[in-house]
């Protein structure tokens, strides 16, 4: 693979979405399980399928609808990533966060990740909304290994503040007004698909997670790399394996997650409304 390979693929991603709509977004939203219908509900101009852009990853987990919606939410010019794509799927990590350089050279100046991960912390239940303060990456490669990109960021980014600091305080304040309840914590994202051992769940507590997910800290890597904004917020859908008496399965994960659902929405609508 040549060191241009992977911008020219990004471009040919950004003029098959051109050739289809013109939008100039300034959020992009990534809406993770249970959120979904989220995209159907905003004022959309434009929608553009996975499998119309070439080259471009398709998601294959039951439940995510595989496209981009483009429209205002509370005014905020915005593309929603109706779907998104894993690690565990069999797709490099470079394929992985593709979605995310794309939103971010359509225009995107804010990233706002979502998702529904087990809750570590033991002072979380399933239902809870937590703001993601920072991430563990285990046992998934940086999206930033190869020959750098020179033309969406340096060699060696900062991480330091991932999560931007701004954007969490805002977060905080809006579900205060909005009588939301939000938990804080550390996510730790791992490659899945199977659910984590009970040993290794007491292991990533130790590293100081509170919760735990198989999507979400690469896409964060790869967008600040871009300079882009990020803020991260998660639906705990479960108590992580060892916190709870019974199996995990993904039909669990997914109830917990549409419960959250409405909360989330409320709390998604006014944040990017503020934007």
Not at 200 to 216: C, H, K, P, Q, Y
């Amino acid at each position: 693979m040549t060191r241009s390979d992977p911008l020219e693929k990004l471009q040919k991603c950004l003029e098959a979405v051109r050739s289809r709509t013109d939008f100039r977004p300034r959020a992009a939203l990534v809406l993770g399980s249970g959120l979904g219908a989220f995209a159907d509900e905003i004022n959309a101009v434009a929608a553009v399928d996975y499998a119309d852009i070439p080259e471009f990853p398709r998601s294959t987990v039951q439940g995510h609808r595989g496209r981009f919606v483009f429209g205002e939410i509370g005014g905020t010019p915005t593309v929603v990533m109706q779907g998104s794509v894993h690690y565990y799927e069999g797709y490099g990590v470079s394929d992985v966060v593709l979605p995310i350089r794309l939103m971010g050279l359509l225009g995107a100046e804010t990233l706002i990740l979502t998702n529904a991960s087990g809750g570590i912390n033991p002072l979380f239940s399933a239902g809870d909304l937590c703001l993601i303060d920072d991430h563990i990456l285990y046992g998934v490669p940086s999206p930033l290994i190869g020959a750098n990109i020179d033309a969406l960021g340096t060699r060696f980014p900062d991480m330091s503040a991932v999560y931007d600091a701004d954007l969490r305080a805002k977060t905080l304040d809006i579900a205060s007004r909005l009588d939301i309840p939000l938990q804080r914590g550390v996510y730790i994202q791992t490659s899945g698909p199977q659910f984590e051992t009970p040993s290794e769940i007491r292991a990533f507590g130790a590293l100081g997670a509170d919760i735990v997910g198989m999507s979400t800290a690469v896409e964060a890597v790869a967008a600040r790399h871009m300079g882009l904004r990020v803020l991260g917020v998660s639906c705990v859908s479960n108590k992580a394996a060892g916190l709870n008496a019974e199996p995990l399965t993904h039909e669990e994960v997914q109830a917990a997650a549409d419960k959250c659902a409405p909360r989330f929405k409320s709390l998604l609508r006014a944040v990017i409304g503020e934007l």
